[in-house]
């Protein structure tokens, strides 16, 4: 089974997709942990990518189909899991393309509604741990005292660059004038189910189980 999640930046995407991968044996594909790993290591690639995601404007087209294309070939074990792919309308294309290349079917596509409020705190008080990844929030689910993540025991405290009010704003931007009219695109291919992303993470959880069967 291959899935997106489809969402503003905060929606919940990356916590609902460490879900699946835990209960379903699905892979995630993030190109967003793909850059940002990209920058982390310094290749060429993730020089010419740091800045323009540190300013919250999309990297092109060519640069996230070439990481997902090289991803596509790896072990699909229960499936992939697309987050934060395709982000734009030539994305889309390009992965029904590389999806029908491999046989393989795009099953379902979930958008993740939440509110533009919400989305400026979840996403300015929000940290991960560097060890395993697990997202934090300074009000709802604060970093343990005692400095060591509640999941693995280690780690330390890690926020993105891009997480401030600022960067927020221009992915917003992006998002409704790049992202958004996937959701009519989907909508007409008959593919789009639709959760309330403002929920308890179970709740959504238990959302998207009923869409995946
Ligand atoms: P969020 O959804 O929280 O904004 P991501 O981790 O998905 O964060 O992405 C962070 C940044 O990486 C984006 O603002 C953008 O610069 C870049 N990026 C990630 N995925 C894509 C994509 N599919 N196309 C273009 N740029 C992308």
């Not at 008080?125 to 993540?149: L, M, Q």
Request: charged share 25%; with cysteine; glycine share 12%.
């Amino acid at each position: 089974m291959n899935i997106i999640l489809l969402g503003p930046p905060g929606a919940g995407k990356g916590t609902q997709a460490r879900h699946l991968v835990e209960t379903r044996n699905m892979i995630q594909l993030s190109t967003g942990d793909m850059l940002r790993e990209a920058k982390d290591s310094g290749t060429e690639m993730g020089k010419i990518v740091a800045d323009v995601m540190a300013r919250g404007d999309l990297v092109t087209d060519e640069i996230v189909i070439g990481l997902i294309r090289e991803k596509l070939e790896g072990d699909k074990a229960g499936g992939f899991i697309f987050d934060g792919f395709p982000r734009t309308l030539g994305q889309a294309d390009a992965l029904a393309e590389l999806l029908s290349e491999k046989g393989e079917n795009l099953d379902a596509v979930i958008e993740m509604q939440v509110d533009d409020a919400a989305l400026v705190s979840r996403i300015t008080g929000r940290s991960t741990c560097s060890n395993c990844g697990e997202v934090y929030h300074d009000e709802t689910k604060p970093w343990p005292a005692d400095g060591k993540c509640s999941n693995c025991g280690g780690g330390s405290q890690k926020r993105r660059a891009d997480d401030n009010e600022e960067s927020l704003k221009q992915r917003l931007m992006e998002y409704y004038k790049k992202t958004s009219p996937l959701i009519g695109y989907y909508y007409a291919k008959g593919q789009l189910s639709t959760v309330d992303g403002l929920g308890e993470i179970e709740g959504v959880q238990a959302a998207i189980s009923d869409i995946l069967g």
